[in-house]
């Protein structure tokens, strides 16, 4: 496979249950990222791995647990969400993070994730 | 801080009319910017990228841009629409002088094509 692929691509889960987004680069970076798509709502950044190093938590409540074992692979595990965390979960992936931005980030497919 | 506005949140055209896209930026820096285009239900592509080089970038499937600094400004253009170019549209500024990679991502534009 090439570029960033996420699994799954749709997911349906109650309030009380636990599970797991995955994401994996197959494009050699270092740096990768969790957002958050909401309707009518901004890209919402919510987690940065540089090298597996979690480099940012942009307020994210701790129901949302991210998880990077690798370079390639990126994990947000989720338990006791709410109705309003419905949304699309994108994962990214870039070089790495360089102090003047110049690299852009490629984008997985997402996850539609629906809580009931 | 840096930041971004894309001015329409809705833009109508014709089959094999041009296309305008507009956005401005404020940065305290030299931005790099970006264009990228969603299609419903899918992720974020690339469509193009500024970063301090030539000021009109061209990008994927006839679409270009123009960094005039002056404006603060990077519209993004395309000569004749197609039916296939209907998607939301981000015109996104990297966060300069921080370690975060962070992206800033503008409200994004509907681009609808009408036959």
């Known amino acids: 496979e090439t570029g960033v692929t996420q699994t799954p691509r749709h997911l349906v889960m109650g309030m009380t249950n636990k599970k797991s987004l995955k994401c994996e680069q197959h494009?050699?970076?270092?740096?990768m990222y969790w957002y958050k798509q909401s309707a009518k709502k901004p890209l919402e950044l919510m987690f940065v791995?540089?090298?597996?190093?979690?480099?940012e938590n942009n307020s994210v409540p701790s129901r949302f647990s991210p998880e990077c074992p690798n370079s390639s692979h990126l994990f947000l595990h989720l338990h006791t969400l709410q109705p309003e965390d419905s949304a699309l979960y994108l994962c990214?992936?870039?070089?790495?993070?360089?102090?003047?931005?110049?690299?852009?980030?490629?984008f997985g497919p997402g996850t539609r994730l629906t809580v009931t | 801080a840096q930041s971004v506005t894309q001015l329409d949140s809705h833009v109508s055209v014709s089959e094999g009319t041009p296309v305008l896209l507009r956005c401005n930026y404020s940065s305290s820096y030299s931005p790099s910017l970006f264009w990228y285009v969603q299609h419903p239900n899918k992720g974020l592509q690339l469509l193009l990228k500024?970063?301090?080089?030539?000021?009109l970038v061209k990008g994927i499937n006839g679409f270009e841009a123009e960094f005039k600094k002056s404006e603060t400004s990077f519209h993004l253009t395309k000569p004749s629409a197609h039916m296939s170019d209907a998607a939301e549209y981000f015109c996104?500024?990297?966060?300069?002088?921080?370690?975060?990679?962070?992206?800033?991502f503008g409200q994004g534009t509907t681009l609808q094509v009408k036959p």
């Open positions: 500024y970063t301090s080089a030539a000021t």
């Open positions: 494009l050699g970076h270092n740096a």
């Open positions: 996104v500024v990297s966060e300069v002088g921080s370690n975060t990679g962070k992206l800033i």
């Open positions: 990214a992936s870039s070089p790495k993070i360089e102090d003047r931005g110049l690299y852009e980030q490629y």
């Open positions: 791995y540089n090298f597996k190093e979690q480099t």
